[in-house]
């Protein structure tokens, strides 16, 4: 018997307002060329932090700005104006810091493949923001969310709403996890752009070719689908995996059947498992890039298993200490 469920492991990051992300791309734009131009010796970005603390200065204003509520039209087009007149002092500032790093780059003699990727990569982060700024601001466009980009260093980031009362919005990626009825974590997968009905099928497929005895899995609602429900039934001799929306009268067939309402009461017990996985330390990852937030996952994952190999084992030692107290006595 195995039990499935997604949660949400969060990225580093703080909350990706197009205005920041463009100030955390400008920053390192800034600071990754200044390191080049010491590499080769020149002074044209020496004063290179006092550039980015007037950059910062611009961004404190347009933060600060809001529209006006006030039903009087002319306070609202003041305001609109005082709004569009900070983010054109913000992104032309930005604009000309990037010229004159584009410039350095173009003149630079230095052979550091890895310094100038990096530069060259921020630079695109910044333009993207700035085009996406313009467009929300200037052409009062509305960015689909498909164009989002959720922070500059983490940009495997998603934004996850699962409906959680006091919890809207998540960043970062979901990660699936099977657990056993031991409550060892047999298997997990770090969801990148998929949903859990995309992946319900393969982490099955995943599971059994590690462990061929496993008979039967459940999962939540959220992981339903027609074809799932075909595919993991060639899988597994048991599947519990309830409908969404209205159900026929098969689905209230299958989903009455004792072993179906025996497995599912069972399957809140991988709640457990998350909780205890979160508490130490899988609620945020410290390390960065997608590979470091797999590897994140795969070590807290194993420090899990282990740490519930050695709650069995405890348990059973201080059984055998019960058992020798009561021959002794």
Same mark, same amino acid.
Request: proline share 2%; glycine share 4%.
């Given at each position: 018997?195995?039990?499935?469920?997604?949660?949400?492991?969060?990225?580093?990051?703080?909350?990706?307002?197009?205005?920041?992300?463009?100030? &955390?791309?400008? $920053?390192?734009?800034?600071?990754?060329?200044?390191?080049?131009?010491?590499?080769?010796?020149?002074?044209?970005?020496?004063?290179?932090?006092?550039?980015?603390?007037?950059?910062?200065?611009?961004?404190?204003?347009?933060?600060?700005?809001?529209?006006?509520?006030?039903?009087?039209?002319?306070?609202?087009?003041?305001?609109?104006?005082?709004?569009?007149?900070?983010?054109?002092?913000?992104?032309?500032?930005?604009?000309?810091?990037?010229?004159?790093?584009?410039?350095? =780059?173009?003149?630079?003699?230095?052979? &550091?493949?890895?310094?100038?990727?990096?530069?060259?990569?921020?630079?695109?982060?910044?333009?993207?923001?700035? &085009?996406?700024?313009?467009?929300?601001?200037?052409?009062?466009?509305?960015?689909?969310?498909?164009?989002?980009?959720?922070?500059?260093?983490?940009?495997?980031?998603?934004?996850?709403?699962?409906?959680?009362?006091?919890? #809207?919005?998540?960043?970062?990626?979901?990660? @699936?996890?099977?657990? &056993?009825?031991?409550?060892?974590?047999?298997?997990?997968?770090?969801?990148?752009?998929?949903?859990?009905?995309?992946?319900?099928?393969?982490?099955?497929?995943?599971?059994?070719?590690?462990?061929?005895?496993?008979?039967?899995?459940?999962?939540?609602?959220?992981?339903?689908?027609?074809?799932?429900?075909?595919?993991?039934?060639?899988?597994?001799?048991?599947?519990?995996? #309830?409908?969404? +929306?209205? $159900?026929?009268?098969?689905?209230?067939?299958?989903?009455?059947?004792?072993?179906?309402?025996?497995?599912?009461?069972?399957?809140?017990?991988?709640?457990?498992?998350?909780?205890?996985?979160?508490?130490?330390?899988?609620?945020? @990852?410290?390390?960065? +890039?997608?590979?470091?937030?797999?590897?994140? =996952?795969?070590?807290?994952?194993?420090?899990?298993?282990?740490?519930?190999? +050695?709650?069995?084992?405890?348990?059973?030692?201080? $059984?055998?200490?019960?058992?020798?107290?009561?021959?002794?006595?």
């Amino acid at each position: 018997m195995a039990r499935g469920d997604s949660f949400v492991v969060e990225t580093n990051v703080h909350f990706p307002a197009d205005t920041s992300q463009l100030f &955390d791309a400008i $920053r390192k734009v800034i600071e990754l060329t200044a390191k080049l131009s010491i590499l080769q010796g020149l002074s044209q970005w020496r004063q290179y932090r006092h550039v980015i603390l007037g950059l910062k200065r611009d961004l404190r204003v347009v933060q600060k700005l809001k529209h006006s509520t006030s039903g009087d039209a002319e306070k609202q087009e003041k305001a609109n104006k005082a709004i569009k007149q900070a983010y054109l002092n913000y992104c032309g500032n930005v604009e000309y810091q990037l010229l004159r790093a584009k410039i350095t =780059v173009d003149e630079s003699k230095e052979n &550091d493949s890895l310094l100038l990727s990096k530069i060259s990569s921020y630079i695109t982060h910044a333009e993207i923001q700035l &085009d996406q700024i313009h467009r929300r601001i200037f052409m009062n466009e509305k960015i689909p969310h498909g164009e989002k980009v959720f922070s500059v260093f983490e940009p495997h980031t998603e934004w996850i709403s699962k409906g959680k009362i006091g919890v #809207p919005v998540e960043l970062g990626l979901n990660v @699936c996890i099977i657990q &056993d009825q031991y409550q060892f974590i047999l298997h997990h997968h770090v969801m990148e752009k998929v949903t859990d009905s995309e992946i319900a099928v393969s982490i099955v497929k995943e599971t059994k070719s590690r462990f061929t005895n496993l008979r039967a899995i459940s999962f939540d609602k959220g992981f339903h689908s027609p074809d799932n429900q075909k595919a993991l039934k060639e899988l597994v001799a048991v599947v519990v995996l #309830p409908k969404k +929306g209205n $159900r026929s009268a098969s689905d209230k067939a299958r989903e009455t059947a004792p072993e179906f309402k025996r497995l599912r009461k069972k399957h809140s017990a991988v709640e457990s498992g998350i909780h205890a996985l979160e508490v130490h330390g899988l609620d945020i @990852c410290p390390d960065h +890039g997608i590979d470091g937030f797999k590897r994140y =996952v795969s070590l807290s994952v194993l420090a899990y298993n282990i740490h519930r190999l +050695g709650a069995l084992l405890q348990k059973q030692d201080m $059984r055998r200490y019960r058992r020798r107290l009561r021959q002794a006595a």
